[in-house]
């Protein structure tokens, strides 16, 4: 974990200490990335570095859970937005919101990278998961599923991870140019209707 020291800096700063070393580590392989790379990209001291971070290991175990903690964050926000909201409206809803986010903070190629570098760095890929059960217990805290009452609990979650998988397979494809932006959206709403009669 970083220092204190380093959250002890003001959030513009950590953002831009956070940022830099990402882009860093997006564009070369991790064992080609050096604290030099990273200290250059960020514009700051070689000393500041060892005040923040351990090592780069430090640093990429950082980068992995701030960008699920951030998508945490922004989920919630989402679902406190479309409070009230059944699942399937909450999941069409938030599709473009998802896409933007999804693309500008680089999660994909990002979390590609983190599982490609998980048994080399001992990253804890179960914090994934942790993450997930805080984002489905503020779901059935705050979106209807009078709907979907028939089904047990456990058979919600798993129709909820099938609606958001099929989501993030149609973000990934427009993120990859093999979509234009309406092309993925207008499949999705066909699947989520296909989907929503199902389920009910």
Same mark, same amino acid.
């Given at each position: ?10 959030? &513009? ?6 940022? %830099? =070393? ?18 250059? &990209? /960020? ?11 351990? !090592?780069?290991? !430090? ?6 859970? %701030? ?13 406190? +937005? ?6 399937? @409206? ?7 919101? !998802?896409? !933007? $986010? ?14 490609? %570098? ?35 609990? =456990? ?23 093999? %979509?234009?932006?309406? @092309? /993925?959206?207008?499949?999705?709403? $066909? ?7 199902? +389920? @009910?």
């Amino acid at each position: 974990m970083p220092s204190e020291t380093f959250f002890n800096l003001s959030y &513009a700063k950590r953002t831009h200490i956070e940022e %830099a =070393a990402k882009q860093v580590f997006l564009t070369k392989p991790y064992q080609q990335v050096t604290v030099s790379s990273i200290v250059k &990209a /960020a514009g700051i001291p070689r000393g500041s570095f060892y005040q923040y971070f351990t !090592d780069l290991d !430090d640093v990429y175990h950082h980068l992995f859970q %701030a960008v699920i903690e951030r998508f945490t964050v922004h989920s919630e926000q989402q679902i406190y +937005a479309y409070k009230g909201n059944t699942i399937f @409206e909450y999941m069409s809803a938030t599709f473009e919101s !998802d896409y !933007d $986010f999804l693309k500008q903070s680089d999660y994909f190629t990002l979390m590609k990278k983190f599982y490609q %570098a998980r048994d080399f760095l001992g990253l804890n890929i179960d914090i994934m998961d942790k993450r997930n059960q805080i984002v489905l217990k503020t779901m059935f805290k705050h979106l209807n599923f009078d709907q979907l009452s028939h089904h047990s609990k =456990a058979r919600i979650i798993k129709i909820i991870k099938l609606l958001s998988h099929v989501k993030y397979h149609h973000i990934s494809k427009i993120i990859k140019n093999s %979509a234009s932006f309406q @092309e /993925a959206y207008d499949d999705y709403q $066909f699947y989520l209707t296909v989907m929503k009669e199902g +389920a @009910e």
